[in-house]
């Protein structure tokens, strides 16, 4: 019983993650479903084989492991990892923790450390894929205090890094480290379809081809947008299909796949009253792509949009800059709807350390999350976009977002999350908007009420029908 860990699950992340474990100096006994695929995994860990015990039956599992034990599961999210505490916890003791490390619904991992009393239980977000869970991954805990402690001296060695800050953090109780891992999921979405979109501008607007437009995003990717994201957008338009030598963007069918995590951060926006339209709206881009055959039959009814662009009508730098407006007003909704759950869930998530976190290892790692994480810890009860180093980027940019949202409107070219970001940044900074006709029409049909802008709330209007 010498391991400092063990590791359930020997699947794509799981493998990556103990190889990561091994990689970092600490002994790990592993375990897996089907004994042939530990066995295999062993057999293939080359030098790390000596820091990795295989396990054949959870008994020898848990045997392998010092006290007090720490097991991380790496197993599909629902029901699996129910199974799996339900077979492993008889055989643990009392002070023995168990990490879902898996993509878990926060309210499964709420559930999950409320039903484990005071039996050591943590939740952890693991973001970057395989690639990610093999060399640093970014890691969002959550769970008692106490318990992260035990383990963080391993999971910070094993996440990602920025300069000498580690990409793992405690963010509170319960689900809170599933819940952050959900909003990163959602921002991601928004990110990518906002990617998408400009690519459909420079395809179908500009008339641009794969090569040009794989040189653009990779010159943007020296500027402020920086960022994985638009590295890989730019490898994916430069990419060859080996098959038929066409350009790889061009063979790809454009509908989109999902498991669900973005769809659980606009659920929970929604119940939060945390307005996310461009994540919202990235959900609903996904959905809608998949309905190809009706996509199809619209394009035939209706007619294909012009799509192509007037001359000079916008410029690579207009759209670069829209992307950039576009971005920030993404990720102000994200972190205002993580302060939003923070008020309702009691939890007090370090905003700031969010933004650190997803600074390497993760997907939507990039350059301006730097900056975010300076502005949010100035306030992190401000919206980002009122954070004076983002208010002057808005103030430089959203121009520019607005001429983009405007050649789209005009020429047929659907630009959802661009178009509720902008909407948005309207809404924002409109100190007398609309509501009070609702308002009114609520209290003509309903009697609910308005407050006056002279004084007073619970007044009722000359309707005459109550
Ligand atoms: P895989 O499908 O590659 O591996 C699943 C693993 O779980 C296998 O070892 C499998 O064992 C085991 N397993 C499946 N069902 C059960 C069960 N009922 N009881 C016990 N063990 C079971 O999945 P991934 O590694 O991709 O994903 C694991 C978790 O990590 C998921 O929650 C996923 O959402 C999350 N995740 C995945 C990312 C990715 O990029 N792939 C990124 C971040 C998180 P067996 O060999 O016996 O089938």
């Known amino acids: 019983s010498n391991a400092e860990i063990g590791l359930i699950g020997l699947g794509t992340m799981g493998a990556a993650l ?8 600490f002994d790990i006994a592993v375990w897996n479903r089907t004994s042939t695929v530990t066995k295999d995994f062993h057999a293939n860990a080359g030098e790390l084989a000596d820091k990795i015990t295989p396990t054949e039956t959870l008994e020898e599992l848990v045997a392998a492991i010092a006290e007090p034990r720490a097991i ?10 129910d199974d799996q505490i339900a077979a492993l916890r008889p055989l643990l003791g009392e002070n023995d923790l168990i990490i879902d490390a898996g993509n878990a619904n926060f309210h499964d991992t709420n559930r999950r450390a409320e039903e484990a009393g005071d039996l050591p239980f943590l939740g952890i977000g693991v973001s970057g894929g395989e690639e990610g869970a093999r060399f640093g991954p970014s890691i969002m805990g ?17 996440s990602a890094k920025h300069e000498d800050t580690a990409c793992a953090t405690w963010m509170g109780e319960g689900g809170a480290g599933h819940f952050v891992k959900a909003v990163h999921n959602g921002i991601e979405y928004a990110d990518m379809q906002m990617i998408a979109e400009v690519y459909g501008i420079m395809r179908d607007g500009l008339g641009m081809d794969n090569a ?30 080996p098959k038929t030598g066409a350009p790889m963007l061009d063979i790809i069918v454009d509908a989109a796949g999902q498991k669900g995590t973005g769809r659980w951060t606009v659920i929970e926006a929604q119940l939060l009253a945390a307005p996310i339209p461009a994540i919202e709206a990235a959900v609903v881009a996904r959905n809608l792509s998949s309905q190809l055959e009706a996509r199809a039959a619209g394009e035939d009814l209706f007619g294909t949009a012009p799509r192509q662009l007037p001359h000079d009508a916008l410029s690579l730098d207009t759209l670069e800059q829209a992307l950039m407006a576009g ?3 993404c990720y102000a909704q994200g972190f205002d709807m993580i302060t939003k759950a923070s008020e309702e869930f009691g939890w007090a998530l370090p905003l700031p350390a969010i933004a650190q976190v997803w600074r390497e290892g993760c997907i939507i790692r990039s350059d301006m999350l730097d900056d975010m994480s300076t502005a949010l810890a100035e306030d992190e009860n401000r919206n980002l976009m009122f954070a004076p180093t983002f208010a002057d980027k808005l103030k430089s940019n959203h121009d520019a977002l607005r001429q ?7 020429h047929g070219i659907a630009l959802p999350a661009l178009s509720s970001g902008l909407t948005y940044f309207d809404a924002m900074r409109t100190a007398r908007g609309t509501a009070n006709m609702i308002q009114g029409q609520r209290d003509f049909f309903g009697a609910h009420g308005f407050a006056r802008t002279d004084g007073g709330s619970g007044h009722h209007g000359p309707w005459g029908n109550n």
């Open 142 to 158: 959550g769970g008692k205090r106490e318990y992260w402690d035990r383990v963080a001296h391993i999971l910070t060695a094993i």
């Open 212 to 241: 040009a437009i794989s040189d653009t995003f990779a010159k943007w990717d020296k500027g402020p947008l920086k960022s994985y994201l638009i590295e890989i957008s730019g490898k994916v338009a430069g990419a060859i299909d």
């Open 327 to 329: 971005k920030i007003l």
């Open 18 to 25: 103990a190889l990561n474990i091994a990689d970092n100096g």
């Open 72 to 81: 991380i599961l790496m197993v599909p999210a629902g029901q699996p990892v």
């Open 404 to 410: 983009v949202v405007a050649q789209g409107a005009l």
